[in-house]
C-alpha cells in the first residue's frame, strides 16, 4: 500500500515512478489496485502541462508493473476531470508538437494492459470526458455531468474523443454530443450508452471497489488479450479475429494461471492467480 504525492516534482528525470514526486496527481497501490487521482481541484482537476506530463509517465510506469492488475481513475474535491487547463496564464496554445503530446498521454492510456475504470463523480468534460471514455469501465455516480464541450471554446474534439466516441454510440449521436456540446447526466449518458454504471454518490465508492477487486483477482495474463482483441475488434476481420483468438489462447494454456484455474474448478474452490 502506497501513496506518492510529494510537494515538488521532476518528471523528466529518470528512475521508477516511486522516486520521482507527483504533483498534480496522487497514486495509491492497494492489493494489486492502482488508484490515480487527479488533483487539482481548485480547477475542478483540469489538465495543465504539468500534469499531462505526469499522466504520461504514470501509464506508462503502471503499464510496466506486473504487480498493478487493475487502474482507477477517479478526481479529487467532487470533480472528475473538467477538461485542459484553458484558464489566463496557464499555459501557452499547445501548438502541433503539444497536441502531438497530449496524443501520447491519450494513447498511453489506450495501451495500459490492465483493465481501467473511471470512477466519475461531478463534471467531466472535454478531454476529461475523453480521459472516461479511453477506460475500460466508467461508473458514475448520479451527480455526475459530462461533456464534449470544446466547440464552446471554439476548439475541435481531442484526446481520442472522435475515435471513441463513434465506437460507443454510433457515427450521428457522436456528432449530436460533440458538435452542439450539450452537458448531459448521468441517467442521460446512460442511456446513450457512454456509461457502464450509475449508482448514488453514497454507493460510488463501494460499487467501484467491488469490481476492481474481482478484475484484480481475475487472470492478468488472460484479462489483458482479451482486452486487446476487443480493442483491435473494429479493425480486423472475422478471420483475422479468430486468428488472433486462436493465437491468445494457445498462449493461455501454456500459463500456470490456466493450470490453476482447472484446478480450482476440480477442487471446487476459488483460483488464485498469479500471472504467470
Same mark, same amino acid.
Given at each position: 500500500?502506497?501513496?506518492?504525492?510529494?510537494?515538488? #516534482?521532476?518528471?523528466? &528525470?529518470?528512475?521508477?515512478? &516511486?522516486?520521482? #514526486? /507527483?504533483?498534480?496527481?496522487?497514486?495509491?497501490?492497494?492489493?494489486?489496485?492502482?488508484?490515480?487521482?487527479? $488533483?487539482?481541484?481548485?480547477?475542478?482537476?483540469?489538465?495543465?502541462?504539468?500534469?499531462?506530463?505526469?499522466?504520461?509517465?504514470?501509464?506508462? $510506469?503502471? !503499464?510496466?508493473?506486473?504487480?498493478?492488475?487493475?487502474?482507477?481513475?477517479?478526481? #479529487?474535491?467532487?470533480?472528475?476531470?473538467? !477538461?485542459? $487547463?484553458?484558464?489566463? !496564464?496557464?499555459?501557452?496554445?499547445?501548438? /502541433?508538437?503539444?497536441?502531438?503530446? +497530449? !496524443?501520447?498521454?491519450?494513447?498511453?492510456?489506450?495501451?495500459? @494492459?490492465?483493465?481501467?475504470?473511471?470512477? %466519475?463523480?461531478?463534471?467531466?468534460?472535454?478531454?476529461?470526458?475523453?480521459? =472516461?471514455?479511453?477506460? $475500460?469501465?466508467? %461508473?458514475?455516480?448520479?451527480?455526475?455531468?459530462?461533456?464534449?464541450?470544446?466547440?464552446?471554446?471554439?476548439?475541435? %474534439?481531442?484526446?481520442?474523443?472522435?475515435? +471513441? /466516441?463513434?465506437?460507443?454510440?454510433?457515427?450521428?449521436?457522436?456528432?449530436?454530443?460533440?458538435?452542439?456540446?450539450?452537458?448531459?447526466?448521468?441517467?442521460? =449518458?446512460?442511456?446513450?450508452?457512454?456509461?457502464?454504471? +450509475?449508482?448514488?454518490?453514497?454507493?460510488?465508492?463501494?460499487? +467501484?471497489?467491488?469490481? =476492481?477487486?474481482?478484475?484484480?483477482?481475475?487472470? @492478468?495474463? #488472460?484479462?489483458?488479450?482479451?482486452?486487446?482483441?476487443?480493442?483491435?475488434?473494429?479493425?480486423?476481420? /472475422?478471420?483475422?479475429?479468430?486468428?488472433?483468438?486462436?493465437?491468445?489462447?494457445?498462449?493461455?494454456?501454456?500459463?500456470?494461471?490456466?493450470?490453476? =484455474?482447472?484446478?480450482?474448478?476440480?477442487?471446487?474452490?476459488? @483460483?488464485?492467480?498469479?500471472?504467470?
Amino acid at each position: 500500500m502506497s501513496d506518492t504525492h510529494p510537494e515538488s #516534482a521532476d518528471v523528466s &528525470a529518470g528512475g521508477p515512478l &516511486a522516486e520521482r #514526486a /507527483l504533483r498534480t496527481l496522487r497514486v495509491h497501490r492497494d492489493a494489486g489496485v492502482v488508484t490515480v487521482t487527479l $488533483d487539482r481541484p481548485h480547477r475542478k482537476n483540469a489538465i495543465d502541462e504539468l500534469m499531462w506530463d505526469e499522466l504520461e509517465v504514470t501509464f506508462r $510506469d503502471i !503499464g510496466s508493473r506486473s504487480e498493478d492488475r487493475v487502474v482507477v481513475i477517479t478526481g #479529487a474535491g467532487g470533480a472528475f476531470c473538467s !477538461g485542459a $487547463d484553458l484558464s489566463p !496564464g496557464a499555459a501557452d496554445p499547445p501548438g /502541433l508538437a503539444g497536441m502531438r503530446h +497530449v !496524443g501520447d498521454v491519450c494513447l498511453a492510456l489506450h495501451s495500459l @494492459p490492465q483493465p481501467t475504470i473511471a470512477k %466519475v463523480h461531478g463534471v467531466a468534460a472535454g478531454a476529461g470526458l475523453n480521459l =472516461a471514455l479511453g477506460c $475500460d469501465l466508467i %461508473v458514475a455516480s448520479t451527480e455526475a455531468r459530462f461533456s464534449e464541450i470544446f466547440s464552446r471554446r471554439g476548439l475541435s %474534439v481531442d484526446f481520442g474523443g472522435s475515435w +471513441v /466516441l463513434p465506437r460507443l454510440i454510433g457515427l450521428h449521436r457522436a456528432k449530436q454530443l460533440v458538435l452542439l456540446a450539450d452537458i448531459i447526466d448521468a441517467t442521460e =449518458a446512460e442511456r446513450l450508452g457512454l456509461l457502464n454504471k +450509475v449508482v448514488v454518490p453514497e454507493e460510488l465508492d463501494a460499487a +467501484v471497489a467491488d469490481w =476492481a477487486r474481482r478484475l484484480a483477482e481475475g487472470p @492478468p495474463l #488472460a484479462l489483458a488479450q482479451s482486452k486487446q482483441l476487443l480493442n483491435n475488434s473494429h479493425s480486423v476481420t /472475422l478471420a483475422q479475429a479468430l486468428d488472433d483468438e486462436g493465437r491468445a489462447q494457445t498462449i493461455n494454456f501454456v500459463t500456470e494461471d490456466t493450470t490453476e =484455474a482447472i484446478a480450482a474448478f476440480l477442487e471446487k474452490r476459488q @483460483p488464485r492467480f498469479q500471472g504467470r
